[in-house]
């Protein structure tokens, strides 16, 4: 603990999420799916990942038609793998669909801890082509001319990246920080005394709207995971899945307590500090601020738009070019779960950017 006894809501998620020991993401059961604690895009089974195999398939086959004069080797990046089996989907799909484009790419993971490395390995034993590097500066380092051709993905990953909490405290029209104490036995919301630096810049009228004690959450730690993974990204594209807001809607008068919620057993459980490691903790992704993360590293946006919108277009364009599904009623459960407004078609959005410059990045 520091000096003064408070410690900063982020370190405190950190340690919850990802301690090596006790980490909520860290333990040997399996907390996604309906035995888990919550479900996942991956958890309605594996048509979610056939469609996203389809889309990167088609945006590598781009990128071939873009740059046929020159050789280079693409890679698809997975960032947030957890188990593997969304890896596992995908390359089946590709496997048994494009068997060629398969056995010319190789499927990075980024995963730091060793354990998850280890269960993704088991899942994906039968393939081959699969690499793992512990961040974006080992897969620089190991990546041949360290340039990166591809796509590079995350699925529900920026969403349990640490936080700040910031409290606005209208009568002084200053922002304060919440941070976390130890009373007794428990942990307790305290205010800090050296609050992060770091401020939301809004406009003075938006400021004057919320309400004395509104809270709002900020990641520096996902805006920095997306501009590194922008700045190894030399052609291709970059792209996330996750539940989040634009800025209007992330600041909005009428939510007054922010968006940090904690679950077990598929319950939203109201104390988020309680019983640090066996619940999960999650932020709404500010979308407008990894944009603008991306876009400050040279990446162009293509699209922010629902899941909805994203996957039923993928759905289209198979369709198109008859690479249609066997539509038995649990691919259409799937489906239908995974665009469904009261699903996970409209709270999850998908931000796609890209680099087209065979240069690379300095």
């Known amino acids: 603990m520091p000096a003064d006894g408070v410690l900063s809501f982020a370190r405190f998620m950190e340690l919850a999420l ?9 333990k040997e059961t399996d907390n996604i799916g309906r035995d888990g604690d919550f479900y996942t895009n991956v958890s309605t089974g594996s048509l979610f990942g ?11 086959e781009e990128m071939g038609t873009e740059t046929r004069n020159q050789k280079a080797e693409s890679r698809i990046v997975e960032t947030g ?3 593997g089996k969304l890896a596992k989907d995908i390359l089946n799909w590709l496997r048994a669909q494009r068997p060629k484009q398969f056995g010319e790419i190789e499927y990075a993971i980024i995963e730091p801890a060793k354990r998850r490395q280890e269960w993704q390995s088991e899942t994906l034993k039968e393939f081959s082509n699969v690499r793992w590097f512990t961040g974006f500066e080992d897969l620089k380092l190991k990546t041949k001319n360290s340039t990166l051709r591809g796509v590079i993905f995350s699925n529900e990953l920026l969403d349990a990246m640490p936080v700040h909490r910031f409290g606005w405290d209208a009568r002084n029209g200053k922002w304060f920080e ?4 130890l009373e007794g036995n428990k942990f307790i919301w305290a205010k800090m ?27 520096p730690e996902a805006e920095n995971w997306w501009r590194d993974a922008a700045q190894v990204l030399t052609h291709g594209k970059l792209l996330t899945l996750d539940y989040g807001f634009t800025q209007p809607e992330l600041f909005s008068p009428a939510r007054t307590n922010g968006t940090l919620r904690s679950y077990r057993a598929h319950r939203h459980v109201e104390n988020i500090l309680a019983n640090p490691g066996e619940q999960d903790i999650t932020a709404h992704v500010n ?26 277009r993928v759905v289209e364009r198979m369709t198109r070019n008859g690479k249609t599904f066997e539509w038995t009623p649990a691919r259409a459960r799937q489906l239908q779960t995974l665009t469904h407004p009261e699903h996970l078609g409209r709270a999850f959005r998908v931000l796609v950017q890209s680099r087209r410059s065979e240069h690379p990045v300095k």
């Open 287 to 312: 979308f407008a601020a990894i944009q603008a993360s991306g876009e400050q590293a040279g990446l162009k946006t293509e699209a922010l738009i629902s899941q909805y919108q994203f996957l039923t």
């Open 193 to 219: 005394q050296t609050p992060d630096a770091r401020r939301q810049t809004l406009d003075p009228a938006l400021l004057a709207a919320l309400p004395d004690g509104y809270i709002v959450e900020i990641s």
């Open 50 to 60: 056939e469609l996203l195999a389809f889309q990167f398939a088609e945006w590598l």
């Open 18 to 26: 990802y301690c090596p020991v006790y980490g909520f993401y860290e």
């Open 178 to 181: 919440w941070g976390v104490a």
């Open 81 to 83: 793998a957890h188990d």
